[in-house]
């Protein structure tokens, strides 16, 4: 993996840049749509190639690692060609979903032990093991292993959290390079900077986490339920210890309106499941702001969800038709809602990026900031 | 609607031909997806039309009239436009629906009383408003009200609704004559034989229907629970009663292995929910016979589902894909399922009608009746 810098903002910390893949090219600042289960919900691997042009999506190693396993994945070529995907991916650590969706745990120095939410079995999760499997899965970017805590959060337990986070970063790397030496891997991994809301804990955690040198760095621990401003002062602080020639990562947002915040703050790459959750509920993201499409209003609505967009539901079918398949509880929506709001995002972030490639971000973001519909 | 007979097999009913519509010809013989609720469960229009090359769909009087509503969809420019689909539609009668998933009905001369399943709503079908709500969809193929009886109904029973079903087919033709005789109208409507399944019942209604001099008709009260022996005798024995210069359709059916043998009984068009349905169930048919995703033997085969299928599920994913995304919950699975299973309906159909062209047909029918693998 490498990235190549390309331009900088003169104004904010917004960047573009290239990373270059085993997979192909990931042109940055990038919004990588969620395919936990080996699938962006309803969406076939198809359009998000060839309509969205999506040039990575996300995967989720907790699910994977439950249901189909990894090595039923490493055995069948591994997760690009299991699931058809010829472009990147990239692989969270499951910490997240260990610590949210998770019955049991139990952590320890070693590592956490938990409960399948599927069928109860217990399993343990090491900053080795999770790397392993995430090595199985061949996906181009790996985490590490992190202790991610609900907002709020003690000074002293995150204090914990972050120090535990940092040990296992530490084990996660090692691992990785005597998991790698003996053969050419194409998964980079990154570690993730944890620390609650605690600026002091932030920058510690960044200080131990640099000497592992890594291809890239990821903020986590964010949108767990604090304030949208808190987030963004969090990444405000991190981003500016972190390697500049290093792409950066914030886990787990946002909202459109959010994307070139983070942008503005030196962030290279974010993930959300908003755009695909929100469609399936009916909630779809417009240059006019949020359709909830069940309403009355858009009952006869002949036109299409958003005039300024260019997705194959746009140019198709009517609000109308759409209002229709959602209080049919046809599955057509989710499709035809879930390609519109990534194309949403992803064309955001593509105009993002030629903002700041044609030095025009400043004044792209004054008039997102202006205009403040969502 | 025009009908051009094609070929004819010499040694079997079996014959090929075109219908042109104002929405573009049919090749018949043909199958012709469900589209309940005016979308063909989880399959976008663009691949119904690209991938799966389908020239006709079916969608539903009764589901469409109960929501969004015939008005809605006249004022939104008919179906077509509304479901944003280009090509051929045939419409039922709501007939079958009424009798099979409302509370309440009550059956009069004048029409029939029914409660709604969504919202327990009152409605009246008569002959002449199934017409109306037709019309206001556009359809390029019509139905007539019938009444559909459940297997086994007594002699009397099934004569008194072929009799009820032949007055509704009178006063619909009669009504739709006046309907349409200030505009033109691309709407063409089919009358329905019933008559359980009592030979001279079937006899006797096609003998009343003829006079209508339809521009095709249709066979129905089949695939209502009787031995599917029955079903095809039903249809030997009532098809060449028809108009030869007519298209004639057999509602509901059938297995794949069926569909020669009601072509060979001079059958031009079919409509099964088997397809679609068993898809969604996991059950995806196959040119070895069916394949039951979710078995255990799929759980790490790399190959497609039909190795001599041209699909797009099988062009891109493996069996052991599809049964993860299946276990999973995925909706993606009814999607590349339903594309497969319609894909291998339309494959076969089409295959039927080649080899008609061809003079073949025989010997391809001896040849599915001695592999009969399903």
């Known amino acids: ?104 745990r139990k952590i320890t120095d070693v590592g956490v032990l938990f409960r399948s939410h599927l069928n109860g079995d217990a399993h343990l999760f090491t900053p080795e093991s999770v790397v392993d499997v995430q090595l199985a899965f061949g996906s181009d970017i790996i985490m590490t292993l992190d202790e991610c805590l609900a907002y709020p959060a ?53 200080e131990q986490l640099l000497p592992l040198d890594a291809p890239g760095y990821a903020i986590g621990g964010l949108s767990v339920g604090e304030p949208r401003s808190l987030s963004l002062e969090m990444t405000e602080l991190t981003v500016p210890l972190l390697p500049k020639d290093r792409p950066r990562y914030v886990m787990g947002v946002g909202m459109p309106a959010e994307l070139p915040e983070y942008v503005a703050r030196g962030v290279d790459m974010m993930d959300c499941v908003l755009p695909s959750r929100n469609a399936r ?40 038709y759409l209002r229709h398949l959602f209080q049919a509880g046809e599955i057509l929506f989710a499709t035809l809602a879930t390609l519109h709001n990534l194309q949403y995002y992803l064309d955001r972030m593509r105009q993002i990026r030629q903002a700041i490639l044609l030095g025009r971000f400043r004044a792209y973001l004054d008039g997102v900031r202006s205009a403040a519909v969502e």
Chains 1, 2 share one sequence.
């Open 281 to 320: 509920n009916g909630y779809m993201f417009t240059s006019a702001g949020r359709v909830v499409i069940k309403q009355t209003r858009y009952k006869d609505d002949p036109g299409p969800v958003d005039p300024n967009c260019q997705c194959y539901t746009c140019r198709t079918y009517s609000r109308a």
């Open 154 to 206: 003690s000074h002293e337990a995150a204090r914990q959290a972050m120090l535990r986070t940092v040990r296992w970063a530490q084990a996660a790397s090692q691992h990785y390079r005597r998991a790698t030496q003996a053969t050419v891997s194409n998964s980079a991994l990154f570690p993730i900077v944890q620390g609650s809301m605690f600026n002091d804990l932030r920058q510690a955690c960044v």
């Open 1 to 104: 993996m490498q990235f190549e810098l390309q331009a900088e903002c003169p104004d904010t910390g917004a960047r573009a840049g290239i990373i270059h893949t085993a997979h192909g090219k990931i042109e940055t600042p990038v919004f990588m749509p969620v395919g936990t289960q080996a699938t962006v919900k309803g969406v076939p691997q198809r359009d998000l190639e060839t309509e969205l042009d999506a040039q990575i999506i996300l995967a989720n190693t907790y699910h994977l690692f439950l249901r189909p396993g990894h090595e039923l994945i490493r055995k069948l070529g591994g997760l690009h060609r299991f699931m058809a995907w010829p472009r990147a991916i990239l692989t969270d650590s499951g910490g997240f979903q260990v610590f949210s969706l998770s019955d049991l």
